[in-house]
T-cell receptor, first 113, second 114 residues
Framework: GQQLNQSPQSMFIQEGEDVSMNCTSSSIFNTWLWYKQEPGEGPVLLIALYKAGELTSNGRLTAQFGITRKDSFLNISASIPSDVGIYFCAGRNVLQGAQKLVFGQGTRLTINP | GAGVSQSPRYKVAKRGQDVALRCDPISGHVSLFWYQQALGQGPEFLTYFQNEAQLDKSGLPSDRFFAERPEGSVSTLKIQRTQQEDSAVYLC????????????FGPGTRLTVT
């Protein structure tokens, strides 16, 4: 099925470092969402973006909705051990009448203490 | 308040068996979604309900997959004559309104077909 292109696929960083990941699509979306998933759990919503160019923060997390509406970025500042997990971007295009979310393949974040 | 709950959390089925997976959405949430997540992949859409109406079932992979939400609350995803390729985590999500953007996910049911 259709998926977004998310990169990098995995990241190995030191505690305290900043993290950046992004998501691109060939289709326009009018909503971008970022989720975090830990082993054995469902995705947990981190940030939702509704307008092109929008920049939204949630604590140490900052996400942006790209101007072209075909991409989004997530940054994590000063990483800590509990940031470990898989981060997914998800897009939605309600203008096409679709309520469903289309997900990226995920970015697996590993932190070395 | 309580989040989305799913049961069972784990299900092992022999190939050819039928299975039923249950989802209890957040109370009052109008929209309910089912997704399938293969190992190492992002979730993929299966089907969508608004109240009791199934408005989109374009993601169901075959006619062996069937979902219902008869009273607009609890939903059941049924898979008939399970195959090995059905092994995956099945996630349920709900959102407050028809046009609500945020979807809240349950913990999933891990289905293993042997």
């Amino acid at each position: 099925g259709q998926q977004l292109n998310q990169s990098p696929q995995s990241m190995f960083i030191q505690e305290g470092e900043d993290v950046s990941m992004n998501c691109t699509s060939s289709s326009i979306f009018n909503t971008w969402l970022w989720y975090k998933q830990e082993p054995g759990e469902g995705p947990v919503l981190l940030i939702a973006l509704y307008k092109a160019g929008e920049l939204t923060s949630n604590g140490r997390l900052t996400a942006q909705f790209g101007i072209t509406r075909k991409d989004s970025f997530l940054n994590i500042s000063a990483s800590i051990p509990s940031d470990v997990g898989i981060y997914f971007c998800a897009g939605r295009n309600v203008l096409q009448g679709a309520q469903k979310l289309v997900f990226g393949q995920g970015t697996r974040l590993t932190i070395n203490p | 308040g309580a989040g989305v709950s799913q049961s069972p959390r784990y299900k092992v089925a022999k190939r050819g068996q039928d299975v039923a997976l249950r989802c209890d959405p957040i109370s009052g949430h109008v929209s309910l979604f089912w997704y399938q997540q293969a190992l190492g992949q992002g979730p993929e859409f299966l089907t969508y309900f608004q109240n009791e109406a199934q408005l989109d079932k374009s993601g169901l992979p075959s006619d062996r997959f069937f979902a219902e939400r008869p009273e607009g609350s609890v939903s059941t995803l049924k898979i008939q004559r399970t195959q090995q390729e059905d092994s995956a985590v099945y996630l349920c999500a709900s959102s407050l309104r028809r046009d609500a953007y945020e979807q809240y996910f349950g913990p999933g049911t891990r289905l293993t077909v042997t």
